[in-house]
């Protein structure tokens, strides 16, 4: 069992909440403290709510466990984030700055720090966008997470703190709901095949995007978290990717499993944001530096969402 004490910022997110599973089976139940701005019921492990805007509650958390490592995943994501641009810069940047400046001055050993495909814009070539593509973000998401990268090599660079980070593409799974994010889309649209609803999609049925799928997007960073000091070259965030669709391929191949599925496209402004950015992902630094492979394609995705999520409606209906 390892040494270390884990504490995550934004454990009831997509990500946190199956997150916090795996961290538990690796580090021990008893090495991981789940926080967050809210509880949630029947929470089984240590919680603490903690407003990451308070750098003091962070310091004060950090020292009363004896924390090793910080797992930062809170933020304001890409379309809500449209909604209040300076209140959600302001949130992004303070929550990363305070997580990065405690770490500095304690002794955290490793922080993880999620940054987005959002960093990347129309500069960038939008098919198979490579790591070091020129970064001209269109939302305020896409900015604090390209300045958050930045902000990362910095603490590296002058301080030797040691941040981790991956660009995620659209996370995909069964076990929690994405909030306020352009990709959300291609969760919503399983949980409205299996409920019997027809769903209304946001983009348009040509709209690529990269996406992975969540036991891909933990094991990529627990993975990468695990990886050698020495392997890791780049100190602002890998790239990863692992499927690449549009609506219209997600419909077809959920149709396959509901025959009368159906779809209706009405694009909002998310589909202005989704437009700047990549389609698929160039990922070899990730696959050189730390032997990233994704395991999961559309349809061994679809396959499984449509399984678990089928249990998940039937077990509330039963009950
Ligand atoms: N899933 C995020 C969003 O759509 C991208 O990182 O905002």
Redesign the pocket.
């Known amino acids: 069992m390892s040494k270390d004490i884990i504490l995550i910022i934004g454990a009831n997110g997509q990500l946190g909440s199956v997150l916090i599973k795996e961290l538990q089976t690796i580090h021990g139940i008893h090495k991981v403290i789940a926080s967050d701005v809210y509880s949630v019921p029947n929470f089984e492990g240590i919680f603490e709510l903690l407003d990451a805007t308070d750098k003091a509650a962070i310091h004060e958390i950090v020292k009363q466990y004896s924390v090793t490592q910080i797992y930062h995943l809170a933020a304001i ?3 809500k984030g449209e909604e209040q641009p300076l209140w959600t810069w302001d949130l992004n940047m303070k929550m990363m700055l305070n997580v990065f400046e405690v770490a500095r001055l304690t002794a955290i050993n490793k922080v993880f720090f999620p940054s ?3 960093v990347f814009g129309d500069q960038a070539p939008l098919e198979n966008t490579p790591q070091s593509a020129f970064l001209n973000p269109a939302t305020v ?1 896409g900015i604090s997470k390209a300045a958050g990268e930045n902000w990362a090599q910095y603490y590296f660079t002058n301080y030797g703190l040691d941040i981790r980070s991956i660009r ?4 995909i799974g069964y076990q929690s709901m ?1 909030g ?5 889309y291609a969760v919503d649209i399983y949980h409205s095949a299996v409920k019997k609803e027809t769903y209304g999609c946001f983009l348009s049925a040509d709209t690529k995007l990269p996406m992975v799928f969540m036991a891909d997007a933990i094991r990529a960073t627990v993975e990468l978290m695990e990886a050698p000091k020495e392997n890791i070259k780049t100190r602002t965030a890998y790239n990863i990717g692992a499927m690449s669709f549009n609506p219209g391929e997600i419909f077809a191949e959920i149709k396959k499993v509901y025959p009368t599925f159906e779809v209706e496209y009405q694009p909002d402004f998310r589909q202005d944001i989704a437009n700047k950015w990549p389609k698929s992902i160039d990922d070899s630094e990730a696959r050189n530096d730390w032997n990233w492979e994704p395991k999961y394609n559309l349809k061994l995705m679809t396959a499984l969402m449509l399984e678990k999520l089928e249990d998940k409606y039937n077990t509330i209906k039963s009950k």
């Not at 995620?168 to 996370?171: C, K, M, Q, R």
């Not at 306020?180 to 959300?184: A, I, N, W």
């Open positions: 994501l890409s379309a987005s495909i959002a998401y995620y593409p659209g996370v994405p306020g994010g352009t990709t959300d």
